[in-house]
């Protein structure tokens, strides 16, 4: 009987082939999304591991940052890089969802993730949403939340500006830019916790340094960030 099912489940993966979104090979029958020679290839920063580590110091004299994380280094050409391509621009909302798990669990074995109280992705503008049809960020946090255990608050932070580009402009400039993008539409709930924001590549920090400012205005709220991938500068 098995190796009838078997034989249905070669014959169902000519037809539609399961292919790895990192790498483009077949992926194997245990094998999900991501082939085992990309997942242990996913060049690691293990920043949550590391105080003062390089995406904390990016925020230093910015904002006040609690903890800071990535998952992966944004290298041209890296794995991290195709899969995020495939679930920003493919709308392959697994592959957000599964890297969110595999680095929850990481967060949460570390105790990164110990004293916070609630995730949140850093929204699209609802045009821009709409356009793409999800937030990328959502599906990562959904991820992140499911291996972690934490909640996930998706109501209380807004985009209410669109923001263009930010790689060539200088720090005043990119704050001046970002200032007043996004706003806190339930405070109440927010109030007294410890803010666990996503983002999927952190390059200049100036989306999460916008999204913690306004989070920060809150009565006692502590802000960390994480994300999927770092750019290295
Ligand atoms: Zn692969």
């Known amino acids: 009987m098995n ?31 991501i082939c085992t020679h990309c997942y242990i290839s ?14 904390e110091q990016l925020f230093w004299g910015r904002c006040q940052i609690c903890k800071a994380s990535a998952f992966s280094f944004y290298n041209k050409g890296s794995r991290i890089r ?10 392959i909302r697994e592959v957000g969802y599964e890297l969110g798990r595999i680095y ?9 993730t110990a004293d916070v109280d609630l995730i949140i992705p850093v929204p699209l503008h609802p045009s821009k949403q709409r356009k793409r049809g999800f937030n990328q960020s959502e599906y990562i946090s959904k991820g992140l939340a499911e291996t972690t255990g934490l909640q996930l608050e998706l109501k209380s932070l807004e985009r209410i500006a669109l923001s263009d580009t930010q790689t060539k402009r200088s720090r005043y400039e990119r704050w001046m830019n970002v200032e007043g993008i996004f706003a806190v539409t339930d405070s109440e709930k927010l109030k007294g916790k410890h803010i666990l924001l ?13 999204c913690a400012g306004e989070l920060l205005k809150i009565e006692n709220v ?9 750019a290295v500068q």
Not at 84 to 89: A, E, G, P, S
Not at 104 to 112: A, E, M, P, Y
């Open 198 to 210: 996503v983002d999927d590549v952190i390059t200049t920090g100036s989306t999460l340094e916008a």
């Open 104 to 112: 929850g669990q990481s967060l949460k074995n570390s105790g990164f």
């Open 42 to 55: 996913i060049p690691r920063t293990n920043y949550h591991l590391t105080a003062d580590n390089p995406v």
């Open 82 to 91: 195709k899969l995020i391509h495939n679930l920003k621009y493919k709308g």
């Open 3 to 33: 190796y009838l099912y078997d034989l249905w489940d070669d014959f169902i993966s000519l037809l539609f082939p399961r292919l790895c979104y990192a790498c483009g090979n077949h992926l194997l029958r245990n094998e999900r999304l």
């Open 222 to 230: 502590k802000v960390s960030v994480t994300a999927l991938a770092v």
